[in-house]
Structures are given as structure tokens and as C-alpha cells.
């Protein structure tokens, strides 16, 4: 017989002793179990001393176990033991029991955190809960300073960061900008408390002082100064203003920037009607299928086409059967109310895309927009649209967007870059406002029921099969907001699952009907795409690395390529820049042994420009991939990943790929025109394997420049534009300078972030800020700056609502400040040229298909190399 004494049942666990009467010196095995199901086994061997002492013949019979976190919730559980035999006695409290009657609840923890100060503004995050009833956000602060109360704040800012790591409710950021009277130049401490309990925040208190208005004045006055003696005054300008708060509005007030920005959206639209003029008056049917929305939300849908500015509309509500007598009402009420509202009853629910279809039939516009039931439009959408459909003669358009939750606060906004067809195979990103020509549509077709879930990513990409990328239009502007509702992929995409598989197969079926050979996969349990290119060609690459002493490095680098490259036709050229040490000697004589790997010796000053052209000279490969020594690839597919996406796309010219530094934070992820100055790299020193701003850095994209650290590059496409710019950008900008030159001609660039290596940045040359090379690099920015002009300031893969003077994907401009962002510029791409074959080819065919070379154009300056392993150049030869 077991007898088994139970000491504390409670939200801590249960806690007691247990002996056997029989073999009291053995130590009792016990199954607990609760409402009849076991949860634990467990041997009762704590040290019970008290237990010896009244009589039980050994000290080790005691136990604390932990009950499991689905039984602390609040409900009266049964809870009971069990040996082998089955024969125990429960006592508790000397009264003999059946089972336990267990009834606890987990308590409410608070998780948080102070971000510290940045750009004037105190940050962190706090959640409430625990593991049954999770984690929320929109919590109560107070904030006091030096011991004085001075705010209250809502911890409700969007925190995708924190929901992620903690899977907890996303909302719940917070950020604080002291008021004036609090913002003093010398150190204040600064405590957050979670209300009601006062539990103060982690990280907090915050000891920080601030800039002074007349301090901030006198900065000011100092860069003016600054800004009239160039080369080094420019570098203490940009030191000096990184100490100053940054006014404005970020990411993070999204709601704050969205208020200003609409009334300044909504003047310009009335200031320039006049020079706007739609011609010919066009009907655009909205089609809206319609099946059970909240009614509220419907309301307000159908209102805000009601108060479009532009009045030639028709709205089709395609009601899917909903079965809501009351919906109908509203509908037939609204019908009622204004004749351009279309009623359409099913009688059959079809889903979304036969509901659409039944739409698109009854649409008699000469454009067609597409809407969701309870989604809203700025009431300049449609005319903003039709404005931008005739500037720019499109078939296709579509608009930014965000999204609105119940309280009407505008959250999340999706600035999207201008048609991106690489970027869509990975993720919807146009998703809303979409209005199509109804000609185009005739070609397109309307909706897919077979890929419910992402019937509006399968249209978009059979649009692009039949819409030319150049009558794609994107819109700039916020123009549509998606509703936050509890089942909507808004909300949360665990609500349709369904839609994941979906959208595989829509990505599948359309590369098949391209005759791209690839597999599709999810990314991440989301409807996020990743697609792997299945090409079994393997065209030429020559891989051309310079290096300048530095052999360990060096020499790293061509073992990790020797290493992990399983491609089966490639070279490399290193370019040996006037090595000086008896290690590059020595370096030098085991490469001769390597079979495709040679050596060419450039005797002549540091210019990676021309020691790059120089090394691609007399090639013959279908490739160059121009990689400096400091790279270290780890993949043994790197390079047919990157071979893969020009053979995807004979327009693909150039392909870069991701880089980190070695603290596996991101150096490169493609560039962006405008920032400092020229160009900047995107979502630099994010984590390597998070996604950056709208998850940009997960997806293969066009780009508008990548770094030559590792870049691969057509080589006719290197002949055609000049190579490299060795005369006027000897060092920096002659990658950004040779994607802009190839893009100019018409081709395209890719990043992709399926290849990723770790890249020691300037580890042999070191940086641009050093006092001996700042006058080389302002000359070079400058150069970039007269040549490129205007497009530096209008990278179409980089919205205009984000700032070029400050963090990237994350300062918004200020609404009205630079009105020439709200006039979108006319395409200046020039006319797509005849593709070239990649194929492999003799070369005589190579010769023949070859682009033409500019009758203009000045060859390279360099002295002829011999075909040998090792070739020296020790002066440039006219």
C-alpha cells in the first residue's frame, strides 16, 4: 500500500510525499494524472527530514512537481495518483481523498524593455500576459523624470520585432518625445512604469540630456559654414548633423505622417486639375465581390467610392449568396441612393474570384478597379489614378497602400517600388489598388478559382505575360486602405493557410507556361515564395579577383572558392596590384599550380576601375564576375544561383548578391540611389536572416545598382556600356556608375539574397573618410552627382516617401515639404535592345551575336597580356 500526503497544491506546483508501507525503503514511482489523463512520472527521492522524524523510515520521500500551464486556467481540475498496482491512499490535510480538486491560473507577467534615445525620442516596448492567455500589447505608461510625474503613454506603436521574437501582439511599442520643458542639456533620468501596478519597464532608468534650441542653432549656423569649404567640411557636416534630433516622421509614427499627408495629397490633386486634365471622360468599374462582411466596415467601403472625386464611376457589388437579409437591405439601400451602385445577387456561393468574374462581365468602364468589401479608398484614388494612367499611357497601374484597424488608426504602409516583375514571383507586393485597361483585361482574362487564397497574385502574374512591363504603372501614392479585421490576411495569414498553397501553384503555373524550369516553396510558412532556378546549362564565367598584398586574405578567398564551387566552368583571374611582400612572391608561385586560376600583374597606381577593365580585356566568357578579395563565399551553389538569374531573364544583364559583415549583420543588400549623396546600401547591419522593411531583403528583386564586390555581369553587356569608368571614378562608384549605365541601355539588374557571403569591407584598402583620400572621393561624388543628375534622386525601387538624408526604409519626407515628389517623373528608360545568346557557342557565333560596340567609343588603355598563367603590366600603353 502507497500512502501519499499532499502538503500545497497551488499555481507552484503540488508538493508532498509518498511512501510505500510495504518497502518503506525503496523510493515510490507515481502517474499523475488530471480529469484522467497522465501529464508526469515521477520518483518521490526529495530530502523530507520532517518526515523521517515523525516515524517513516527514510528521509528521501518527498516531491514538488509542476503542474502544466494548460491546467492553470482558472477551471477546478481532478487531479489524482496512480502507482503500478494502483493501490494508494491520498491524504491531504488528514482527510482521506479521492482525487485533488486543482484550481489555479497562471498569473499576468509583464515582459519589457527601454530602447534608450534616439534622434530626440525615447522608445521601448512592453507586453502583459502569459503563456495561456498571451502576450498584449497596448499597455498604460507613466513616465516620470527626476522623480516627477510629467506623461502618460499607450504602449501601442507596431513592434513587428518584438511580436516576432516573442509571438506576442505586435502592438506594442512605444515612444516618448519628452516636452520642451524636460529637454535640458544636462543628464536627466528618465523612468517608465507599467500601470496600474507601477512595475517599472526593463532598461529603465534611461540617463539622458538633450540638445538645446539655441545649441541646435548654433550647430546649424556651424554647417553652413561648413558646407562652403568642401571636401572636409562636408564630413564634419554630416558629423554634426548626426548629433542633432531629426525632426520629421518615421515607420514607426506611420499614423502621425498619414494625417498631414492626405490633406497636403488632397490639395495638390484640386491645385492641379486644371493642369491634369483627364481626356475623354472614362467610366472605371469598381468591382467589389461582396460575401458576409461586418456591416460597419461595408458601409463605410461603399461610402468612400461614393465620395470619390471622380464622379464617372460604377460600383459593382457582386453579393456571393451571403444569405444576410439585412446585407441585402444595405445594398438595395445604397442602389437606391445613387444609380451608378450595381447590385449583383448570386445565387450560388462561387468565391471570391467567381464572384469577381460575375463582376467583370457585368463592367462596362473602360478601366476596371478592383475592391474589397470592406476596404477604403482616398477619395482622390480614382482620379489620381486615371491622371497617372494617361501620363504615362499604362494598361496596368496600382498604388500604395496601408492598412486601418478598428479604431481607424492607419498602420503598416506598403511604399512599394515601381513594377518589380523578379520581386512578385516572391510575394504579391502591388496586391492594392490595382486598375487594369478593359482591353488589357480581354487579353488577361478575369480571376482563377482554382487559386483562391491568391487569385489577385496569379492575375497580376498572367498580366504580366500579356501587359509589357513598360504599360505597368506604379503610383506612388497612398491610395487604398486594407482593413484590419480578425479573419483577414491583413490581420493574420494563419486565417487562410489556404492561401499559401495557392499561391505555390500560381508561381508554378506561370513560370511553367514561361517554360522556366524551376521548383516552388513557401518561405517561411507564409505566402512568401522562394524559387529555385533548375537550368542544367553552365555558361563560361570568369571570376576576376584583384588584391594587393594581403595574402592571407587573398588567398582565403580563392580556397573557399576552390572549396565550395561546384559549378563546372568557371576561371580566375587575380589581379596582382603591385605586391610588394615575399608572401605575395611565394602566393604568387603556388597559384601557377592551380589549373584555372592565373595570375595578371598591374604595376601601376590603385584604380579599381581600370585594373578590373584591364583583367576583362581579352576575355571570351559568356560572364564576368568581378569579386573582391575580401569575400568569402560558403555555398556550393553560389555561383550557379547567380548564373541562374541572368539565364531566367535574358534582360537580366548584371546579378549581385547579399554580403555580411562578420558579426552576420548585413553590409549589402542591394543599393539605392540618392542616399548620401549618391548611393547607399539597403537594410545595412539588419540580422542576415531577417527581411528588412516589408521583407525586401528576402526576396530576389530588380535593383537599380549592387555592389561589385560581387558582381556578376553579361560580358557584352561590359563592352557594350565602356566597363568600368577608370578616368573619372578610379575607386568608389564605378560599380553604382556601371549598373547605371547598363540599366541605361535597357537592361536590368538583379540582387538576390540566395547567395550570401561574408565580405570583410575595405579590409585591404580601407575606407573613403581617411584625411588622404577624402579629396579622391569627393571628386568622384561630384562626378556621379553632375552625370546622373535627377536619377539619383528618383530610384524607381525606392518609394519617395522615404527620405535620402537619413535611415533607410524607416524616415518618411515631410508631407507637402518637396512637392516635386508628387509629380512623378516620365520614364526615362530607353528602348529595350536585341538580347543576346547565353548559350555556349564557338566563337565565331559568340563574335556574330555579339552587340555592336559604339563606333565612338575609346578602347581601354592597357598593354596587351600574353597568354600565359602570370602576365605583367607595368604601363599603360596608348
Not at 562652403?228 to 515607420?251: A, K, M
Not at 533607410?808 to 530607353?830: H, M
Amino acid at each position: 500500500m502507497i500512502v501519499c500526503q499532499i502538503d500545497e497544491f497551488s499555481v507552484n506546483g503540488i508538493r508532498g510525499w509518498a511512501t510505500d508501507t510495504e518497502n518503506p525503503s525503496q523510493p515510490v514511482f507515481l502517474h499523475a494524472l488530471a480529469d484522467g489523463q497522465e501529464f508526469l512520472q515521477f520518483h518521490c527521492t526529495d530530502l523530507r527530514e520532517d518526515v523521517y522524524e515523525a516515524g517513516i523510515p527514510s528521509k528521501n520521500t518527498g516531491f514538488h512537481i509542476t503542474v502544466p500551464h494548460s491546467l492553470l486556467d482558472g477551471e477546478v481540475h481532478n487531479i489524482t495518483f496512480k502507482n503500478r498496482l494502483n493501490q494508494i491512499e491520498i491524504y491531504s490535510d488528514n482527510q482521506k481523498l479521492e482525487y485533488i480538486p486543482f484550481a489555479a491560473k497562471l498569473p499576468v507577467e509583464t515582459r519589457s524593455f527601454v530602447d534608450g534615445l534616439k534622434q530626440g525620442v525615447l522608445s521601448g516596448w512592453v507586453v502583459c500576459g502569459n503563456d495561456i492567455e498571451g502576450w498584449k500589447g497596448n499597455q498604460q505608461l507613466l513616465v516620470t523624470c527626476d522623480g516627477q510625474k510629467i506623461a502618460q503613454v499607450e504602449a501601442n506603436r507596431y513592434r513587428g520585432d518584438v511580436g516576432k521574437a516573442l509571438s506576442c501582439d505586435p502592438y506594442c511599442g512605444f515612444q516618448f518625445s519628452p516636452p520642451e520643458l524636460y529637454r535640458k542639456p544636462y543628464q536627466q533620468e528618465f523612468r517608465f512604469y507599467v500601470l496600474p501596478d507601477m512595475i517599472e519597464v526593463t532598461n529603465s532608468p534611461c540617463l539622458t540630456s538633450f540638445v538645446t534650441d539655441a545649441h541646435e542653432s548654433l550647430i546649424i549656423d556651424v554647417i553652413d559654414k561648413i558646407d562652403s569649404l568642401h571636401v572636409e567640411l562636408t564630413r564634419l557636416r554630416r558629423q554634426v548633423r548626426e548629433i542633432l534630433p531629426q525632426p520629421g516622421f518615421t515607420i514607426a509614427d506611420y499614423h502621425s505622417w498619414a494625417t498631414s499627408y492626405f490633406p497636403v495629397l488632397r490639395k495638390y490633386v484640386d491645385r492641379t486639375r486644371d493642369d491634369a486634365t483627364i481626356t475623354g471622360n472614362p467610366l472605371v468599374s469598381i468591382v467589389c465581390p461582396v460575401w458576409n462582411p461586418n456591416l460597419t466596415d461595408f458601409r463605410a467601403a461603399v461610402e468612400s467610392v461614393m465620395a470619390q472625386t471622380w464622379q464617372n464611376w460604377e460600383l459593382i457589388l457582386v453579393d456571393d449568396c451571403s444569405k444576410n437579409p439585412e446585407l441585402r437591405a444595405v445594398i438595395e439601400d445604397f442602389a437606391k441612393v445613387d444609380p451608378r451602385i450595381k447590385p449583383l445577387f448570386q445565387e450560388k456561393n462561387g468565391g471570391i474570384s467567381i464572384a469577381t468574374n460575375a463582376g467583370l462581365a457585368a463592367a462596362k468602364g473602360e478601366w476596371i478597379a478592383f475592391f474589397d468589401h470592406d476596404d477604403l479608398l482616398a477619395d482622390v484614388a480614382v482620379e489620381y489614378m486615371l491622371r497617372e494612367a494617361q501620363r504615362s499611357h499604362a494598361d496596368l497601374i496600382y498604388s500604395d497602400e496601408d492598412k486601418i484597424d478598428a479604431s481607424g488608426y492607419y498602420r503598416e504602409p506598403a511604399f512599394k517600388t515601381d513594377w518589380n516583375y523578379r520581386l512578385l514571383l516572391g510575394v504579391n507586393y502591388v496586391c492594392h489598388f490595382v486598375m487594369i485597361r478593359q482591353s488589357a483585361l480581354q487579353n488577361v482574362g478575369g480571376l482563377n478559382k482554382d487559386y483562391d487564397g491568391a487569385q489577385d497574385h496569379d492575375f497580376l502574374l498572367r498580366a504580366s505575360e500579356h501587359v509589357p512591363a513598360d504599360k505597368i504603372h506604379h503610383v506612388p501614392e497612398i491610395l487604398y486602405h486594407w482593413r484590419i479585421t480578425a479573419n483577414s490576411t491583413a490581420s493574420d495569414i494563419g486565417n487562410k493557410r489556404y492561401a499559401i498553397d495557392a499561391g505555390i501553384k500560381a508561381v508554378s503555373d506561370h513560370l511553367a507556361r514561361k517554360n522556366l524550369p524551376a521548383k516552388v516553396d513557401s518561405q517561411m510558412g507564409m505566402t512568401l515564395y522562394k524559387v529555385d532556378w533548375e537550368f542544367n546549362q553552365s555558361p563560361s564565367v570568369t571570376i576576376i579577383i584583384p588584391y594587393k598584398d594581403e595574402i592571407a586574405t587573398t588567398a582565403r578567398c580563392l580556397e573557399a572558392i576552390q572549396k565550395y564551387t561546384r559549378y563546372p566552368n568557371y576561371k580566375v583571374i587575380l589581379v596582382d596590384n603591385w605586391s610588394i611582400t615575399k608572401e605575395a612572391a611565394a602566393f604568387a608561385k603556388k597559384v601557377d599550380k592551380i589549373p584555372n586560376v592565373e595570375i595578371l600583374t598591374v604595376k601601376e597606381p590603385f584604380n579599381y576601375s581600370r585594373i578590373n577593365n584591364l583583367a576583362a580585356k581579352d576575355e571570351k566568357s559568356d560572364f564576368l564576375l568581378f569579386l573582391n578579395n575580401d569575400v568569402f563565399v560558403e555555398q556550393e551553389n553560389w555561383l550557379q544561383i547567380l548564373v541562374n538569374e541572368a539565364l531566367a531573364d535574358p534582360q537580366v544583364a548584371i546579378v549581385g548578391g547579399k554580403f555580411v559583415y562578420p558579426n552576420q549583420t548585413v553590409q549589402h543588400a542591394g543599393v539605392l540611389l540618392g542616399i548620401g549623396d549618391v548611393a547607399g546600401h539597403a537594410h545595412v547591419g539588419i540580422p542576415r536572416n531577417e527581411g528588412g522593411y516589408a521583407g525586401r531583403a528576402y526576396f530576389p528583386q530588380e535593383i537599380s545598382a549592387v555592389t561589385a564586390a560581387g558582381m556578376l555581369i553579361r560580358r557584352p553587356a561590359f563592352e557594350l556600356v565602356g566597363g568600368f569608368d577608370e578616368e573619372h571614378l578610379k575607386v568608389a562608384f564605378n560599380d553604382i556608375d556601371l549598373c547605371l549605365k547598363v540599366r541605361d541601355a535597357g537592361y536590368k539588374v538583379i540582387w538576390t539574397p540566395e547567395f550570401c557571403a561574408e565580405h570583410h569591407e575595405s579590409l585591404s584598402r580601407g575606407s573613403d573618410d581617411r584625411p588622404s583620400t577624402e579629396r579622391r572621393f569627393f571628386h568622384e561624388t561630384q562626378f556621379m552627382i553632375e552625370k546622373w543628375g535627377n536619377t539619383l534622386l528618383t530610384d524607381p525601387f525606392y518609394n519617395p516617401h522615404f527620405t535620402l538624408d537619413r535611415q533607410v526604409f524607416f524616415d518618411l519626407t515631410i508631407p507637402g515639404v518637396d512637392e516635386t515628389r508628387y509629380s512623378p517623373l516620365a520614364s526615362t528608360r530607353k528602348k529595350i535592345r536585341p538580347l543576346w545568346p547565353v548559350t555556349t557557342s564557338t566563337a565565331e557565333e559568340k563574335k556574330a551575336s555579339a552587340p555592336e560596340e559604339p563606333t565612338a567609343k575609346k578602347p581601354p588603355v592597357r598593354a596587351r597580356r600574353k597568354k600565359t598563367s602570370s602576365t605583367t603590366i607595368t604601363s599603360p600603353v596608348e
